[in-house]
C-alpha cells in the first residue's frame, strides 16, 4: 500500500499538470453547510456523508466532493467564465463495501464556460485522457441528458415523468416504476385494495378509519396523497412502443460512431432527444478536434445512472479493466443544472471531473513491477 506522502506527492503531479492546462488553484472548507448543500448530491451520497451539528453553523457535513463546493463559491463570485483546480480529502462512509476507503484524496478540473459546451466537454475528457494515458485505462462515455430528454418525451403525466426523472439514479425502481407506468406489471394487492377502498369510501372515510395523526404527515398531507394515487391509477399507460423505444435507449452500447447512427434513427420516433443527439455530435466533433479517436470511444446510454445525481449531460469514467475491484479511476460529467440551482436561477454550462491520485499510483506500481 502506498504511503500518505507518495500518494500527496502524485496529487501534486496531477494538480500541477491541470495548472498547466490553465486552471487557478482553488480550495473549499472541509466542512460544509449539510442544510444547503446535502440534498444536491442525491439519496447515494446523503446515506453516505458524515454529518454533524454546530451550535453556531447549524448541521454542517465533511465534504464528501469538491464540486459541488467549487460550484457553489463560483456562482457566488460573480459566474465570470473560469477554469480550476483543486486537491484534497473528500469524506464518505463505506458501510456496503468495507474494503474501500471512506476518506482519500481528489484532485480535480472544472470549467465554468457557456461559450461552446461541446468545446468544454471535449477539453475536459482529453486532459483527463492526456494525463492519465500512461496507464492504459478503459474510457467509458455516456450522456445524462439524452435519458431526461427521452423520459420528458414520454407520452404521459407530467407526475409519472417527475418520478421516472427522480428515479433514474436508481435503476431497478426506474424500471419498477416505468414497467407499472406501462401497464407491463400488476399492481402490488395492497395498493390494489387500497384503491378499490377509496373508489368505495373515499378518503376521507379511510383517513377516519386511520385514527390520529402520527408523524410528520399532517391528514391533509395523506389525503393529497390518496388522491394522487387514485388519478394515476385512472391515466392509461405510456405506450408499448414508447416503453420499448427507452429501453432500447437505455440498452444501447456501442462505439460513439455507432451509437450517434442509432441515436439519430431513434429520433425520428422519439424527437424528444433530437436536441441532445445533436449535442452529441457536435461533442464527437471536438473530441475528435482535441486527438481523440472517437471511431473507439465506447458510448454507454446507461452510464452515470449510479453517480452524482447533480449530473445532467455528458459523463465520462476511466478504468483499468485488469483490476474490476477497483472503482473508477477518474470520472467527471457536465452538471449545468446545478449552477442554476446554487446561482438562484442563474446558470453556467459547467463539466469538470476528478482523478484518484492513489489509484494512479497503485496502478502505476503495478506497472512498474
Not at 396523497?225 to 392509461?236: K, S, V
Request: glycine share 8%; hydrophobic share 45%; charged share 25%.
Amino acid at each position: 500500500m502506498a504511503s500518505k506522502a507518495d500518494i500527496l506527492a502524485q496529487a501534486d503531479r496531477l494538480h500541477a499538470f491541470f495548472r498547466t492546462a490553465g486552471a487557478v488553484p482553488v480550495q473549499t472548507a472541509i466542512l460544509q453547510p449539510a442544510e444547503a448543500l446535502l440534498d444536491l448530491y442525491g439519496e447515494d451520497i446523503r446515506g453516505r456523508a458524515y454529518v454533524t451539528s454546530d451550535a453556531l453553523r447549524g448541521e454542517q457535513m465533511l465534504r464528501p466532493d469538491f464540486t459541488v463546493p467549487v460550484a457553489r463559491m463560483h456562482m457566488e463570485s460573480g459566474a465570470a467564465p473560469a477554469r480550476y483546480t483543486y486537491i484534497g480529502e473528500v469524506f464518505r462512509r463505506q458501510e456496503r463495501d468495507s474494503a474501500r476507503a471512506n476518506e482519500y484524496v481528489q484532485v480535480g478540473f472544472e470549467i465554468f464556460d457557456g461559450v461552446d459546451p461541446a468545446a468544454a466537454d471535449a477539453e475536459v475528457f482529453a486532459l483527463f485522457t492526456e494525463v492519465l494515458s500512461p496507464l492504459d485505462l478503459r474510457a467509458a462515455t455516456g450522456d445524462i441528458g439524452l435519458l431526461l430528454a427521452a423520459v420528458e418525451g414520454l407520452s404521459t403525466t407530467d407526475k409519472r415523468k417527475a418520478a421516472l426523472k427522480r428515479h433514474l439514479w436508481r435503476p431497478f425502481r426506474f424500471r419498477a416504476l416505468l414497467d407499472r407506468f406501462g401497464g407491463r406489471a400488476p399492481l402490488p394487492e395492497a395498493r390494489k385494495r387500497l384503491l378499490a377502498d377509496l373508489e368505495r369510501h373515499g378518503a376521507d372515510a379511510i383517513l377516519d378509519a386511520a385514527g390520529p395523526e402520527i408523524g410528520l404527515r399532517s391528514r391533509q398531507d395523506v389525503a393529497a396523497r390518496l388522491q394522487a394515487l387514485a388519478a394515476d391509477a385512472g391515466e392509461p399507460p405510456i405506450s408499448s412502443a414508447e416503453v420499448d423505444m427507452l429501453d432500447d435507449l437505455l440498452s444501447l452500447r456501442e462505439t460513439c460512431a455507432n451509437a450517434l447512427q442509432h441515436l439519430r434513427d431513434l429520433a425520428v420516433d422519439l424527437p424528444a432527444i433530437q436536441p441532445a443527439v445533436d449535442r452529441m455530435q457536435a461533442r464527437l466533433e471536438a473530441l475528435s478536434a482535441q486527438g481523440v479517436d472517437v471511431d473507439l470511444l465506447d458510448f454507454e446510454a446507461s452510464y452515470g445512472r449510479t453517480t452524482m445525481e447533480y449530473y445532467d449531460g455528458f459523463v465520462f469514467g476511466f478504468y483499468a479493466e485488469g483490476r474490476p475491484d477497483l472503482p473508477p479511476v477518474a470520472s467527471g460529467g457536465r452538471y449545468d443544472a446545478l449552477t442554476r440551482i446554487l446561482g438562484g436561477g442563474a446558470e453556467v454550462p459547467a463539466v469538470g471531473g476528478v482523478v484518484r491520485p492513489e489509484l494512479v499510483l497503485a496502478l502505476t506500481g503495478e506497472g512498474a513491477r
